[in-house]
C-alpha cells in the first residue's frame, strides 16, 4: 500500500496542476497547436473550430459561447479569418484577454493580392491570352460570392513559420500573466518550440530548394506566406479567396493559364471538389495534387504545426518532382 502512495501524490500533483491551469480557447487547429506547445505539461487549450470546418463561415455552439465567457484567455488569428468570432469576442466579461495574433509582436502580415498580381512575373509576355492576372467584373457577376472580403490584410498568417516563432513568445507571456507559477515552464517551452521551428525551417528550405522558382496553382489564393518565406511563384488561384465560389469566367482563366504558362502543378484542399480544378486542367500534362493548410487530417496537439508545414513542403516537392 505504501509503495502506491508516491504514485497517487505525483498523479494527484499532476492534475492539480492542470485544474491550476488558465483555460486557454483557440480559433484554428494551427493556433491550437502552437498553444498547446507552450502549454504542454501545464495544461491544455481547447478548439473552436473544428477539423473539416472552414474557418470563415463556422459558428459558435452554445456550449462554445458558454465556454468563451469562462476563459481566461483566446488565441486567435482576428476577425479577417474568423469574422463570427468578432462579435462574441466584444461581449467577453473584462477578465478574459485576448491575443489577436495579426496584431501581435513581431508579425509580417501580407496584404491581399489584386487578382492582376498572381502571375505577375510573365505578365507582359502572354498580354493575348485572358489568363488569371486579367479578373473583370463579370466574373463577380456570375456567381463568386463574397462572404470574406478579399482585400486588406491576408489572415493566412500561420503559414509562415517565422510568424509562428514569433507567436510562441506573445502566447508564454500571455500565459505568464494568467498563471505566474508556471511562467518558467511556458517560457521555457516557447523557446524550445522557436528552436525547433528553426530547425524545421531549414530543413524545408532544403527540402523544397528544387521548387524554388517554379510556378504553381491553386485553388485559391491563401498561401502567399509559405511561397515567400520558400521561393515558390504563384501562377494563379481558381478562386479568390477560400470563402468564395469559382465562377465560370475563373475556371475559363485558369484552364487559359494552364494552357499558356510553364506550370506543372495546382493544388486543391481537402474540403474542396476537385472536378474544377481537373475541368481546368484537361488537355494540360498539369499535375493536381492537395495542400492542407489547416491540418484537417492531422490529430490536433503540439505537433500539429510541424506536422502540417512538413507535409505541405513533402505534397509540394512530390508534385514539382520530374
Keep these: 500500500m505504501t509503495r502506491l502512495l508516491p504514485a497517487a501524490f505525483a498523479c494527484l500533483l499532476s ?7 488558465p483555460r486557454v480557447l483557440t480559433d484554428i487547429a494551427p493556433v491550437h497547436s502552437l498553444v498547446a506547445r507552450v502549454m504542454d505539461g501545464v495544461g491544455t487549450p481547447e478548439l473552436l473550430v473544428s477539423s473539416g470546418q472552414s474557418p470563415h463561415a463556422a459558428a459558435l455552439r452554445p456550449s462554445q459561447a458558454r465556454a468563451l465567457q469562462g476563459a481566461d484567455l483566446v488565441v486567435w488569428i482576428g476577425p479577417e479569418l474568423t469574422p463570427w468570432l468578432e462579435k462574441p469576442l466584444s461581449t ?6 485576448q491575443l489577436e495574433l495579426l496584431e501581435a509582436a513581431g508579425t509580417a502580415v501580407r496584404r491581399y493580392r489584386d487578382p492582376g498580381e498572381a502571375g505577375h512575373e510573365d505578365h507582359e509576355e502572354h498580354d493575348g ?10 466574373d463577380h457577376a456570375e ?6 472580403d478579399h482585400s486588406g490584410t ?11 516563432a514569433a507567436w510562441l513568445s506573445g502566447i508564454a507571456e500571455h500565459l505568464a500573466a494568467k498563471d505566474a507559477d508556471n511562467a518558467a515552464d511556458y517560457r521555457a517551452n516557447a523557446e524550445a518550440a522557436m528552436k525547433e521551428l528553426a530547425a524545421l525551417t531549414a530543413d524545408l528550405d532544403t527540402r523544397l530548394a528544387p521548387a524554388k522558382g517554379r510556378k504553381v496553382a491553386t485553388f485559391h489564393d491563401g498561401y502567399q506566406y509559405f511561397e ?3 521561393g515558390i511563384l504563384s501562377a494563379g488561384a481558381l478562386a479568390l479567396g477560400d470563402a468564395s465560389s469559382p465562377s465560370p469566367a475563373r475556371v475559363a482563366a485558369l484552364r487559359d493559364t494552364l494552357a499558356h504558362d510553364d506550370i506543372a502543378c495546382v493544388f486543391t484542399e481537402p474540403q474542396f ?9 484537361e488537355g494540360s500534362p498539369v499535375r493536381i495534387a492537395v495542400l492542407d493548410p489547416l491540418g484537417a487530417h492531422l490529430e490536433p496537439g503540439p505537433g500539429l504545426y510541424p506536422r502540417l508545414l512538413t507535409a505541405m513542403a513533402e505534397s509540394i516537392s512530390a508534385c514539382l518532382a520530374p
Design 15 to 21: 492534475s492539480t496542476a492542470l485544474a491550476d491551469a
Design 92 to 97: 467577453l466579461a473584462e477578465g478574459v484577454t
Design 129 to 138: 491570352h485572358a489568363g488569371l492576372g486579367h479578373d473583370n467584373h463579370a
Design 143 to 148: 456567381g463568386e460570392e463574397h462572404r470574406h
Design 154 to 164: 491576408d489572415p493566412h498568417a500561420w503559414l509562415d513559420p517565422a510568424n509562428a
Design 228 to 230: 515567400a518565406r520558400f
Design 273 to 281: 471538389d476537385t472536378r474544377l480544378l481537373e475541368a481546368a486542367a
